[in-house]
């Protein structure tokens, strides 16, 4: 009799416990088969080039980046807020790139942003920060001082050349030809000047060509023509 009870006082106890175990790690939400499949972490991205605040011209390749604890299913890049291109990728690439040739005399010049949304395959989204550029597609100004087109001067004598050019992202070189000769190049100025010995008699012609410093490296010229008599 006694023996039996206590069997049924080990049972009971043993049972107990048992429960008590179930209870503590299925309540501290160690593992649950539903929890271990879910993913709740966002991708994270980037725009990795251009780097930010760069001055950009013409065909420029955009680069994103992005990276998971699962996987990246797709890859976004936007200017301002257009979509530019959307690259998908396969179940398991925790870690991708994407590249797009962004032409950017599709966009007036002057500021503009470049961000990435990168996707996972539970449908997390990840957004980059917004990096600022700025487009210019425009050649700068460049004036021809003196001589002034259409003069005279006398064979021999000493002529100052001078010109002056100006752009919104700043003036790389300012470079003077004579009769299509280069003979002088200034850099990182937004003037130049010059002297040249009037020769020989007849009708000269004196260029002045302005690059500018975007990556495009776009260029104006200005002609003008001198009698030597
Ligand atoms: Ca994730
Ligand atoms: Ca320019």
Redo the contacts with the bound molecule.
């Keep these: 009799m006694v023996a039996r009870l206590m069997r049924s006082f080990v049972r009971s106890l043993f049972l107990y416990i048992l429960i008590l175990i179930i209870v503590s790690y299925v309540g501290a939400g160690k593992v649950t088969p539903t929890e271990a499949l879910s ?5 994270a991205t980037a725009i990795s080039s251009p780097s930010k605040n760069s001055i950009v011209s013409g065909n420029v390749s955009v680069q994103a980046v992005a990276n ?5 299913a797709k890859l976004e890049i936007y200017a301002d807020d257009s979509l530019l291109s959307t690259t998908n990728y396969a179940t398991g690439s925790a870690s991708v790139s994407a590249t797009y040739y962004w032409d950017t005399r599709t966009s007036v010049d002057g500021f503009h942003t470049l961000s990435s949304k990168a996707f ?3 449908g ?1 989204i990840g957004t980059s920060s917004t990096e600022a550029m700025t487009v210019d597609n425009t050649p700068p100004q460049v004036v021809l001082t003196n001589p002034q087109t259409g003069s005279t001067v006398r064979r021999n004598s000493s002529i100052s050349i001078t010109a002056n050019a100006s752009d919104s992202s700043g003036i790389f070189s300012i470079a003077f030809l004579i009769d299509n000769q280069m003979v002088k190049t200034c850099y990182q100025t937004l003037s130049c000047q010059t002297t040249w010995l009037a020769f020989p008699r007849g009708v000269h012609t004196i260029g002045a060509i302005a690059v500018d410093r975007s990556p495009g490296a776009n260029k104006s010229s200005t002609i003008s023509t001198l009698t030597v008599k």
């Design positions: 993913d709740s972490l966002a991708p998971d604890n699962v996987d990246v996972d395959s539970a997390n």
